[in-house]
C-alpha cells in the first residue's frame, strides 16, 4: 500500500505541474463568471439556467481532465522505459495500477472541490443562500462518477495502443452511457426475442452514470437524496470502479512491457 500511494503522489505532483487543470478552470471560471454576471437573478428560470449551464461546463472539464490524465499514466512509463526499473524497487503490477488509480482520482478531487467551493461562492454570492448538504451529495457522487471514469480509461490505456484513442473511445463510451444506457430497458420492451433479452443483459451489465448526476439539487435546489439510496449509488460506483481495475490489472500483468 506504502508503493501505491508513493504511485499516487507522484501522479498528483504530475497533473498539477501540467497546464491542463489551470486552463481548464480559468476557461470555466471566466465563462461562470459571465453568465452569473447577468442582470435576470429575478427570474427563477434563468437563475435555473445559468446554474444547469455552469454546472454542465465543471462536468465536461472534469471529464476532461479525468480522462486525458488517466489515459496517458500507463503508457507514459512504458514510453518513457520508467516502468523497468519502478517494478524493480520491487512494485508489484497491482500497486502500479492502484497507484495510478489512487493518483489520478485524488488529484481529480481536489480539482472538483476547487470548481464545485468557486461555483458555491459564485451562486451564492447571488442568491444568498448555501445548501451544503445539497452541494456534498451532488459533489461527492460526482467524484465517485470519476473513479468509475478513471478506472474504465486505465483499462484501456493497458488495451488501446495510444491515450489519444483511449481518450476519445472512453469519452464516447462515457457520453453513450450517459445518454443511451438509461433508454434500453424500453427500447427491449419493443424488441423480439431473443434480441429483448440481449438488450436486458446489457442494461443491467453496462455501469448506470446516470445515477450519479444529481445536478438538480443544485440548479432547482432539490430536496435530499435519502442517505441509504444515496450509499447504495456510491458502493455501485466503487464497486464498477474496482472491477475495471481487477481487469485492468489483469490485463497489465499479461501485457509485454518491451
Known amino acids: 500500500m506504502n508503493s501505491s500511494l508513493a504511485i499516487a503522489s507522484i501522479v498528483i505532483k504530475e497533473l498539477y505541474r501540467r497546464k491542463d487543470f489551470y486552463v481548464l478552470f480559468i476557461l470555466t471560471a471566466v465563462l461562470t463568471i459571465s453568465l452569473g454576471s447577468i442582470n435576470f437573478f429575478n427570474d427563477d428560470r434563468i437563475v435555473r439556467f445559468v446554474k444547469e449551464a455552469c454546472l454542465l461546463l465543471i462536468w465536461i472539464a472534469l471529464l476532461t481532465i479525468a480522462l486525458t490524465t488517466s489515459a496517458r499514466q500507463i503508457p507514459m512509463e512504458c514510453e518513457?522505459?520508467?516502468?523497468?526499473?519502478?517494478?524493480?524497487?520491487?512494485?508489484?503490477?497491482?500497486?502500479?495500477?492502484?497507484?495510478?488509480?489512487?493518483?489520478?482520482?485524488?488529484?481529480?478531487?481536489?480539482?472538483?472541490?476547487?470548481?464545485?467551493?468557486?461555483?458555491?461562492?459564485?451562486?451564492?454570492?447571488?442568491?444568498?443562500?448555501?445548501?451544503?448538504?445539497?452541494?456534498?451529495?451532488?459533489?461527492?457522487?460526482?467524484?465517485?462518477?470519476?473513479?468509475?471514469?478513471?478506472?474504465?480509461?486505465?483499462?484501456?490505456?493497458?488495451?488501446?495502443?495510444?491515450?489519444?484513442?483511449?481518450s476519445t473511445i472512453c469519452f464516447v463510451v462515457v457520453i453513450g452511457i450517459l445518454f443511451v444506457a438509461r433508454h434500453l430497458n424500453q427500447v427491449a420492451m419493443q424488441e423480439p426475442e431473443p434480441l429483448s433479452s440481449v438488450i436486458y443483459t446489457f442494461y443491467y451489465l453496462l455501469p448506470h452514470l446516470e445515477f450519479f448526476d444529481v445536478r438538480d439539487l443544485i440548479i432547482h435546489g432539490a430536496?435530499?437524496?435519502?442517505?441509504?439510496?444515496?450509499?447504495?449509488?456510491?458502493?455501485?460506483?466503487?464497486?464498477?470502479?474496482?472491477?475495471?481495475?481487477?481487469?485492468?490489472?489483469?490485463?497489465?500483468r499479461r501485457k509485454a512491457l518491451n
Open 80 to 166: 518513457s522505459r520508467t516502468i523497468f526499473p519502478l517494478l524493480a524497487k520491487p512494485v508489484s503490477r497491482w500497486d502500479v495500477v492502484l497507484g495510478k488509480f489512487i493518483g489520478c482520482w485524488a488529484a481529480c478531487g481536489i480539482a472538483l472541490l476547487v470548481f464545485y467551493l468557486f461555483f458555491a461562492v459564485i451562486s451564492g454570492g447571488k442568491e444568498h443562500t448555501w445548501p451544503l448538504l445539497n452541494y456534498f451529495q451532488a459533489a461527492w457522487l460526482h467524484w465517485v462518477f470519476l473513479a468509475v471514469v478513471i478506472a474504465m480509461a486505465l483499462l484501456g490505456s493497458v488495451v488501446f495502443a495510444a491515450p489519444s484513442s483511449n
Open 223 to 252: 430536496a435530499l437524496i435519502p442517505w441509504g439510496p444515496w450509499a447504495l449509488a456510491s458502493l455501485y460506483g466503487m464497486a464498477y470502479a474496482l472491477l475495471f481495475l481487477m481487469v485492468g490489472w489483469v490485463a497489465f
